[in-house]
């Protein structure tokens, strides 16, 4: 039923419980996992003023991507096919560009990452996420313990 499930961590608990609920869906249907997680874009941030800014930023920027990457796959004991990915931009917009671009069939995404202020109901992303995806998105409310 679901060949291939996206999984949006960010390396906040709640997406990495989430993927452990993707992960019993991937195992149930054989799917193909695809775990991605979304950077800020740089352009966002050089509009202030400074010097702060410099190809270091770039690359802590893709350390931190792949580090969130390995805490996810650490967290898996699935055998099947898996693909992580990083991409840069607006989370919600980049999370639904890489689900339309794969074709997946689901997205499994929790209900609050690491942003600032916590919306009332559901994270800002997922909220977004959720209205803009044109396949089923399954919101983890579940906690785990990791």
Do not use: W
Not at 45 to 72: C, M, W
Not at 102 to 116: F, H, P, W
Request: hydrophobic share 40%; with cysteine.
């Amino acid at each position: 039923m679901y060949e291939k499930i996206l999984v949006p961590v960010d390396g906040s608990q709640d997406s990495y419980c989430a993927l452990k609920e993707a992960e019993k869906l991937a195992k149930a249907f054989s799917s193909k996992l695809y775990i991605l997680t979304v950077l800020t874009d740089i352009n966002v941030i050089e509009q202030y003023p400074g010097n702060f800014l410099t190809t270091d930023f770039k690359k802590a920027q893709s350390v931190r991507g792949e580090h969130v990457l390995d805490k996810a796959l650490e967290y898996l004991e699935y055998d099947g096919e898996i693909d992580t990915c990083y991409r840069i931009g607006k989370a919600a917009e980049e999370i639904i560009a890489h689900a339309d671009e794969n074709e997946v069939d689901l997205i499994v995404i929790g209900s609050r990452g690491l942003g600032g202020f916590s919306r009332t109901l559901l994270g800002s992303v997922s909220d977004r996420a959720l209205n803009l995806a044109k396949v089923p998105v399954l919101v983890n409310k579940l906690q785990c313990t990791l």
